[in-house]
Structure formats: structure tokens, C-alpha cells
């Protein structure tokens, strides 16, 4: 059984469920991906499926992808993204992997690269409160002092400062799966994912699951 295929983030909405229960949830288009290459123990080291999503222009593939990619077909993908798979015998280049691998009430880890936000101060990049509002106040939005006097003379690692924030890889974990709609190839998972709408995802089933 693959463990895994590749999405894009579309949004979030919500739905209601027979219960009456108001729940949010991320719609996440997931699939049709094609097997591109198969790669076994014997031949690579481990067991998995190379996923091809996202078809593209042909001019868009330079010539060495290109040769790879006519080995599954005729059609030319934008991402390619590995899954592990427990038997790779059992699939065949060109074949299409879609939803079936997946069921309502499953629960899945999702990975995506969350928004970036640039270079950001503490309050935005670490929850900071900030200093006092109040008259004569010369600490608003600044991190304040950091104890690097004569001793110990530098700044420790790892110090809570502005710099870089977002445009990181996270996964959440343990996402349900409220709804899947095969024709559309859609996925409702409860919950937000990391990303932007129109962000790359990729959706897999936990490890300890067999």
C-alpha cells in the first residue's frame, strides 16, 4: 500500500457535521499522481514510489528529466516527491495514484512550507508583549537587554532576536480526514495545514501504521 501522495492546499472552509457540530477544514486537492520510477531495496536501498503531479509544459523540462519522465509516459509533471511503499513489485510505471489510498476517519501527517514573512521583530516572530504604551516609554516593539555585558561578553546561541521568519517546512500530524470526494480529487482534512492556498503538500499516513 503506498504510504503517502502528494497535494495542493487550496484552502480552508467549514462544514457541519450530523451532529450539529461547527468544525474547520483545510480542502486539499490530492492527486491524480503518477508512478515515474520504482525504486527497490535490491536496486536503491529502500523500498518507495517516485509521484509525479502537476503536469507541465514540455518546454518547461530540460532534456535529462525529460528522458526519465518518457519512461512512464508521455506526460511531463512540475513536482516529483517519493513515498514509501511496503511491496513495490505490486506497481507499474505510468500507473495513477489517487485517493483510493486512503478512508474517511483515517488520520494523516500533512507537510508543507508555511508562509514566509521576511525579516520580523520579536513581538511578530516569538509572541513577545512588547514594552509599556505609556508616556516617556522608550520600549515599545524592541527585545529590551540580552546580558551580554563584560560577562560573558557575547550573545548565547539560540537567543530569542528579530531575524528570518516563515518559509519553513513543518509537518502537523495526526490530521482526520473528515471527507473525501474522488471525482474532484479532494481531501477534507479537519484542521489547518502549513502553507498558503495553492502551496504544495504532501500527505501521509503515520509511521506506526501498517
Do not use: W
Amino acid at each position: 500500500m503506498v504510504k503517502g501522495i502528494i497535494g495542493k492546499k487550496l484552502g480552508m472552509t467549514s462544514l457541519f457535521t450530523q451532529q450539529g457540530e461547527y468544525m474547520p477544514v483545510t480542502v486539499v486537492q490530492a492527486g491524480p499522481c503518477l508512478v515515474t520510477q520504482i525504486k527497490t531495496v535490491e536496486k536503491d536501498g529502500y523500498n518507495a514510489l517516485q509521484l509525479g503531479f502537476q503536469e507541465t509544459k514540455p518546454s518547461r523540462i530540460n532534456k535529462p528529466m525529460e528522458g526519465h519522465l518518457k519512461k512512464s509516459g508521455q506526460k511531463r509533471f512540475a513536482v516529483l516527491r517519493e513515498v514509501p511503499v511496503d511491496k513495490p513489485d505490486d506497481y507499474r510505471l505510468g500507473q495513477v495514484i489517487g485517493l483510493e489510498v486512503f478512508k474517511i476517519g483515517e488520520r494523516v501527517n500533512v507537510t508543507g512550507t508555511v508562509k514566509g514573512r521576511g525579516f520580523s521583530g520579536v513581538i511578530k516572530r516569538h509572541g513577545f508583549h512588547g514594552g509599556r504604551k505609556s508616556h516617556g516609554s522608550k520600549s515599545h516593539r524592541i527585545p529590551g537587554s540580552i546580558g551580554c555585558s563584560a560577562s560573558p561578553s557575547r550573545v548565547f546561541k539560540g537567543k530569542k532576536l528579530p531575524g528570518h521568519y516563515g518559509n519553513d517546512r513543518k509537518t502537523v500530524q495526526n490530521l482526520e480526514i473528515i471527507d473525501i470526494r474522488p471525482h474532484e480529487h479532494l481531501l477534507l482534512l479537519k484542521g489547518p495545514v502549513p502553507g498558503h492556498p495553492s502551496g504544495l503538500v504532501s500527505i501521509r499516513k503515520p509511521k506506526l501504521e501498517k
